[in-house]
């Protein structure tokens, strides 16, 4: 009887070529060539009877089979890597690779000491950080977890609250000195606004305010429209060029320096949730699962 499983060299090709995003890329990985892994990509789609990857002079995408065939290729490889640290015993120390996608205003202002914590703890584990605006696809791009902002829709993922992060409106000494503090909502159509552009809807993010016991969404008018990176508000109201709408955690200490200062704190009150999400139906790897509970349970 023959090798049942003598073609998982081929899904290791396949599996690194979508990865590194070419099978040049991909060989250098592997330390082989190019032609090796296209040979193997190409029996492996010979013994599915499906095209996993289609091929351009410009890029290489996955086919709607090729996705899910790399989905549970990912999963498989992940269960030998848990196999394998498990036979190690308890005592072994947890070692593997994390994929995690997150916006920028977590990568900078919340994420690094939770990631330096992480790494003293299981210092065998690398992680992989994405620090991106854009909502990947986890599945699709090879993601363990992303972190998202907001209220998520009903997307099929599974999500953790890791917390609901407080809105306050700020602006730079220099430009209250100017132009005055606004009083009420109805001031600031006569300052300059610093509204954010949200990158899946290309609409301006309205400001949210508890008014008077009331939630209430502005949206702001300007000549500034801010997009792809939410932290150039904050940057252009520190120099002195209008108000902002940020949340606290990013602001804190630009308030305390006195860098910026906040304006109409009778508004505060709303905020917006941070979660994780991961996809249900993907097997997590021991790191992955480690990486999520300190997420949630920092103080843990």
Known sequence: MGRKFDYLGDVEAFVAVVEHGSFTAGAVALS?????????????????????????????????????????????????????????????????????????????????????????????????LNITNRNVDLVAEGFDLAIRLGHLPDSGLVARKLEDAPLLLVASPQYVKRMGAPQTVEDLHHHVC???????????????????????????????EISDD?????????????????????????????????????????SRPFSVVYAPHRHQSAAARALIDLLSNPGG
Request: aromatic residues 8%.
């Open 32 to 128: 082989t060539t190019a032609s090796v892994l296209s040979r193997a990509v190409a029996r492996l789609e010979t013994r599915l009877g499906r095209q996993l990857l289609q091929r351009t002079t410009r890029r290489l995408g996955l086919t709607d089979a090729g996705r899910r065939y790399l989905e549970q290729a990912r999963s498989a490889f992940s269960q030998f890597e848990d196999a394998g640290r498990e036979m190690l015993g308890q005592e072994g120390e947890l070692a593997g690779r994390v994929r995690l996608s997150v916006p920028t205003t977590y990568g900078h202002y919340r994420l690094p000491p939770l990631l330096a914590r992480f790494a003293q703890l299981y210092p065998q584990v690398q992680v992989a």
């Open 194 to 224: 610093l509204p954010f552009m949200m990158p899946s809807t290309g609409r301006l993010a309205p400001w949210i305010f508890r008014d008077g016991g009331c939630d209430r969404d502005w949206v702001p008018g300007s000549r500034f």
């Open 230 to 270: 939410v932290l150039g508000v904050v940057s252009l109201a520190e120099q002195g060029v209008g108000i902002c709408q940020s949340y606290e955690f990013i602001v804190r200490d630009r308030i305390q320096q006195g860098r910026l200062v906040e304006v109409l704190p009778q508004l505060r009150g709303r």
